[in-house]
């Protein structure tokens, strides 16, 4: 069983940047594939941003390309989202998740382990 507990959110003005951490125990770190998703009110979780085992891949959503970065350091059991040049459309819930199995990196359903999300608020 993995627990994942995210941190970093707050509130910043637009063109701001964030970075979020999610810290995984319980599990083996190195074996899962992590992602982050997004939620925001009245809209469906919505894949932001993914990272292979090693780090040597990731996957991004196309509003977020160029602007946030995922990495991780698999010794200190963390996954982190660096947000630069942040939109009042970024608003959400950001959700850190893991998953064990390397199924389609976009598909919420993929991902076993989830976070309890933390608040991002972008003003304009």
């Known amino acids: 069983q993995v627990q994942l507990v995210e941190s970093g959110g707050g509130l910043v003005q637009a063109g701001g940047s964030l970075r979020l951490s999610c810290a995984a125990s319980?599990?083996?770190?190195?074996?899962?594939?992590m992602g982050w998703f997004r939620q925001a009110p009245g809209k469906e979780r919505e894949f932001v941003a993914r990272i292979s085992l090693s780090a040597g891949i990731a996957y991004y959503v196309d509003p977020v390309k160029g602007r946030f970065t995922i990495s991780r350091d698999n010794a200190k059991n963390t996954v982190y989202l660096q947000m630069n040049s942040l939109k009042p459309e970024d608003t959400a819930v950001y959700y850190c998740?893991?998953?064990?199995?390397?199924?389609?990196?976009?598909?919420?359903?993929?991902?076993?382990?989830w976070g309890q999300g933390t608040q991002v608020t972008v003003s304009s």
């Open positions: 319980g599990g083996t770190f190195i074996g899962y594939r």
């Open positions: 998740a893991a998953d064990p199995s390397g199924s389609p990196y976009f598909n919420p359903k993929s991902y076993k382990y």
